[in-house]
């Protein structure tokens, strides 16, 4: 799954499906943000939109009106927790759009490659150290570190 922009056509038709009388709500403030930038955090939706429910708004407003343009809106755990203010875990998700794939489509994605030889990697390095048993998430942000470093 590849988070993506749409072109100004592809948004045009999503906006006239969320949007079929040319008035413009919620559901449409998030489909034009999500339009032009992927992976957008959950706060940033629900302050730029004035949203409280994305998720209310996406499966009722925005997804089954837009599902025959084999495209849809949905949110994946980022990579490594999102902080908030007190330096806890948030348990924000990142927002996207994207197309559907069919089962029989070739897909590659190099990214999804590399995470799924990360999460390997991962695996092997929890068995050979069974005192660092971390969660998944934080292993890979203590590896981004360790990248950002050398």
Not at 9 to 21: D, M
Not at 43 to 54: D, P, S
Not at 90 to 96: F, I, K, N, V
Request: with cysteine; net charge negative.
């Amino acid at each position: 799954m590849r988070p993506i922009t749409l072109s100004e056509a592809e948004l045009q038709q999503v906006i006239s499906r969320v949007a079929p009388t040319g008035r413009e709500y919620g559901s449409s403030r998030i489909v034009r943000m999500l339009a032009s930038e992927h992976s957008v955090q959950t706060v940033r939706i629900n302050t730029r939109c004035a949203i409280g429910n994305i998720s209310d708004q996406v499966n009722k407003f925005i997804n089954p009106r837009i599902d025959d343009l084999n495209l849809y809106v949905a949110c994946v755990k980022p990579p490594y927790p999102i902080k908030n203010q007190f330096g806890q875990s948030s348990g924000q998700m990142l927002w996207s759009f994207y197309k559907d794939q069919a089962v029989n489509d070739e897909y590659y994605d190099r990214q999804d490659h590399l995470m799924d030889k990360l999460a390997g990697d991962i695996r092997e390095l929890k068995s050979q150290f069974p005192l660092l048993d971390l969660p998944e998430d934080e292993w890979i942000g203590a590896l981004q570190k360790l990248d950002e470093i050398t």
